[in-house]
């Protein structure tokens, strides 16, 4: 199988901390990975799409210096949440492509940010 | 603009009863669509997926999804459904149009099954 591990599950930070989130793809390379933000009820919004070696794409309106995205190498991407505030807290998801563009995407199992 | 709709913010089926969770696209070209399930502060599960073929796709856990071209849907169905099905479940197509072809998901639809 394909496997995306996400961690941590949960976290509580206070305001104006940062926070990162790992994606991992445990069992294959993920040459792109994409991170989603879901808000209570709602679904998922696509924040950025990172590929491994070079910048993430952003989604309009999300500001890149706010949520930091790295994707050093095929297995990994972080996702840093900087200087983080209440209205941060969401649930963030990452996804990871095994291979060509018409495969499914594999899902971690999500991160709760709390803001205090 | 690309989009996906799920019409229905919550079905209710009685256990045992068939279930159909709609769900309608707008695309550019051929369409990839996507049915995933979320279970409470958990990612997604994906449960099947349409690219081309037999208009019926049949998925993981007994479920299936029927393509249908001309109305532009593919609604989600399952025989006979069981209390654990309960949970979020997310229609999804690929964005053709953006960077890195990623998804463009519907609001969710929330299935309860009751016993």
Redesign the interface.
Known sequence: GAV?S?HP?RVICKSGTSVKIECRSLDFQAT?M?WYRQFPK???M?MA?S?EGSKA?YEQGVEKDKFLINHASLTLSTLTVTSAHPEDSS?Y?C?A?KGA??T???????T?LTVV | AQSVAQPEDQVNVAEGNPLTVKCTYSVSGNP?L?W?VQYP??????LL?Y?TGDNLVKGSYGFEAEFNKSQTSFHLKKPSALVSDSALY?CAV??SE???????????TRLLVKP
């Open positions: 995306v996400q599950s792109t994409f709602q679904s998922l696509l799409t590929n794409t649930f998801i996804s492509r563009l018409n499914e995407a594999f899902f971690g199992q999500g709760r | 990839y996507f995933y502060n958990r990612g997604l599960q994906f997926k690219i997310f690929r964005d953006g960077q890195g072809f990623s998804f463009i998901f519907g609001k969710g």
